[in-house]
């Protein structure tokens, strides 16, 4: 069978599938898809991550005697990545080629202008096997080592076929097929054009990383008496700066030009604000301020809460706990004596005590009902 | 007795305290002090608001006929702040009092200017009973309605008595009254001079609300397609862009000095950012995005973990749980069965499924046995 021709729904065909790259997704891909019956192949350019990746199972290393295979993902770093679907295009003319870098323009750029020189062996033609795509799954770890078949689930995986005068370029089985693999990793499937996707990760995913590693950076020189004062409000800003430079390099410099239209913006937003600080208690300052903290408010409503579903106002109950073993537990073993479902929870602590607070998101409705049953139960509550 | 004259440490005396102001904070304190024994009274310009914290228990009323305090807690607007402590050093000469507003110099600075000023009753040797105190135990609610007695448990609160040259303003008694109503509450205390509070909390508070702020309020416009792909990044980044305006405007502009250095900082940041990425491939472009994205890890690892120790390495471990009443509980259950403490814990999800992601952190040698036994008792385990 050519995995080109027949979609998904035609088919329970569980296609060969050769994974270019095994570091984090690629491993991870291997992973899952072996696990769900596929046979995978593997290369990577470093003997050590395929042998890894081998190792654990995320599928065979590629050798010559293997068949062609049907479908090839490229996971390799983003500024390989056109090259790499460029030489699978041509090397497995039968293939259908997916990628999985974090930026999709720039890629189909390179991948058009290798196409229209005549010294390379990809035709436009070609293209109509490559389908970009994104699996939203980062980890703070990377390399084959810190993989798992499971890393999609429940997990965004952005497909995005690229199109001209509104036309797709790929086929409708190349489509169907990425679109295939993401459900079986157990991803959630979303379509967009490759450059609304650069614009979203560049607002969603970059921005934030920017100004976590902005706030942090400044962090170096601070006294440590300073840095004892810190709560969950720096900690939360700043976790995601603890990311890779090497691959964040590749990923800003990839999407470029939308992320500088977003920290033109931020950059007027923080000249104002200087300015207004310069002369707090000039005419027009303090509103200034109010402003900027409501348009906050504002865009903060946005972000979706759990689900996907619109940002949800659960109410939120504090268990004051010891730090031992077990006591987490407790708290939660109750909760389900009484029959509520726990929407979220956080941990709660802080320098020199060894206390903890478990904060628990449940519906507004159910809130008052848990409350009295825990003090019931013994705990000390704490209604947010 | 006078509270003034004598150290808590030779007495195991509860004074009378007046609270004046009784917002989130002025009306945990009361709950707080008055479930230690302390005799609380009330005052608040809003009779709404003085009725509902005596009505939860903060304290009584205050009425003509009550005893003067012996310590008086201001816990007033910044802006309102000096005035009330002003007042309230003159209408009881014999009180201790404190404030709990979260800058610190520029208030110090208004009392002296009072008590320079002929016209106003306020003198010098007045300042002797006065201590800043900065409680850093903050809400996304505001108001009496939000307040709790146990607000402050394990929280850091600053205590910064004024000094010139060198010296302390605040006698001995009153500093180490302050300390005593911070450690009665449960709080963990920090001292510090109030410039360096105030740069401190610029840094570790101010700054990370600014960014939050900033990036959420890029997030007004953004497409609906775009946040659906929002993960964990973006929520925590932005979760303290809820806050409100109205005392963050006063927040603001009374640190204005410390903040604009930063931000001055941060933006020659952002402007050099910008440069590179408009042309990311130029000498050196590279370079400068890796420098950024690695200033920020080495900040990031700066910030103290739990329990205010050093940022500790949990090793991580996922379990995939059905998202029902119970699940967590069952998984917590079994891993209190092995003994092993949950040091820190999340829930991951995403869009479109109904399953969650409980991420446990433990110390490092108890991974291993907890996934193996977690296995064992038949749960879905993912090693970080």
Redesign the interface.
Known sequence: MNALETTPEATRHTPRVLVRGTGLLGASIGLGLSARGHRVTLSDPSAVAQAIAADIGAGAPKSAQDPDPEIVVVAAPPEATAGEVASALTAFPGAIVLDVASVKDEILLELHATADDPGHALRRDDLVRYVGTHP?AG?E?SGPV?A?G?LF????W?ICPAAEQGVRIPTEAAVAWAEEIARRL?A?V?F?APK?HD???A???H??????????????E??A???????N??????????????L??QI???N??P??D??????D???R??RT??S??APG??AD??Q?????????????G???GPPQSFSRL?V?VD????Q?????????QV????E????D???????G?VELSVLPGRREELAEAMTEFGW?V???
Do not use: F
Not at 207 to 220: G, N
Not at 349 to 355: D, E, T, Y
């Open positions: 939203m980890r770890q810190a798992r499971e689930t429940a997990m965004p952005v157990g959630t979303h967009m609304d614009e979203s990760v607002l969603i995913s921005l934030p990383q920017i100004a976590a590693s902005l706030v942090a950076s400044r962090l170096q601070a006294p008496s300073a840095l004892e004062l810190a709560g409000g720096l900690r939360d800003v700043t976790r995601i700066a603890a990311s890779d430079p090497n964040w390099v800003l410099s990839s470029a030009a992320i500088t977003i920290l033109h913006g931020l950059r937003d923080v000249d604000l200087i600080l310069e707090p208690r300052g303090q301020i109010a900027l903290i409501s348009e906050g408010n504002a865009g903060r409503a946005r972000v979706p759990k689900h996907g504090i004051i730090d031992r073993p077990g987490i537990a407790a708290v939660l073993n109750d909760v389900a029959g509520v479902n726990v979220d929870m956080r941990m602590h802080s320098a020199g005590h060894q206390v607070m000390k704490v209604q947010s």
